[in-house]
C-alpha cells in the first residue's frame, strides 16, 4: 500500500484544515490508519487512529477538535482539524498497520505517507 498526504498549508489560529490520505492497493479496508505529526525540534507524536470497522483513538491534546474517519470505498483516510493553534503546527503523518486496529504506538505502523506540512500562524 502507497500512501499520499495531501490537504496541508497555512491557516490562521481558531481555524480549520482537513488531511487527506489516498491508499493505494486492495488492502486499504483491512488496515487500520493513523495520524502522527512531527513538530520543529520535536519527535514525531501520535495524532490519532482508526481502525477497521470504525472505532477511534485521539491524543489528549487534540481531543475535541480534531476528527479522524476513513472512506473504504475511495481508499482514503481524512483528518479533520477544527480550533486550530500554533502548537499543532508540524509535518502530519499517515501511516497503515496490519493489524487493523487504532493503535497509538508508532512501532506498529509499518507503512508510512511522505508528510505534509501543516502551518498555524497567531
Known amino acids: 500500500v502507497q500512501l499520499q498526504a495531501s490537504g496541508g498549508g497555512l491557516v490562521q489560529a481558531g481555524g480549520s484544515l482537513r488531511l487527506s490520505c489516498a491508499a493505494s492497493g486492495r488492502t486499504f479496508s483491512n488496515r487500520g490508519m493513523g495520524w502522527f505529526r512531527q513538530a520543529p525540534g520535536k519527535e514525531r507524536e501520535f495524532v490519532a487512529a482508526?481502525?477497521?470497522?470504525?472505532?477511534?483513538a485521539y491524543a489528549d491534546h487534540v481531543k475535541g477538535r480534531f476528527t479522524i474517519s476513513r472512506d473504504n470505498a475511495k481508499g482514503t483516510a481524512y483528518l479533520q482539524m477544527n480550533s486550530l493553534k500554533p502548537e499543532d503546527t508540524a509535518v502530519y503523518y499517515c501511516?497503515?498497520?496490519?493489524?487493523?486496529?487504532?493503535?497509538?504506538?508508532?512501532?506498529?505502523?509499518?507503512?508510512w505517507g511522505q508528510g505534509t506540512l501543516v502551518t498555524v500562524s497567531s
Open positions: 482508526i481502525n477497521r470497522p470504525g472505532g477511534k
Open positions: 501511516a497503515t498497520n496490519p493489524f487493523g486496529t487504532a493503535t497509538i504506538e508508532q512501532s506498529d505502523y509499518n507503512n
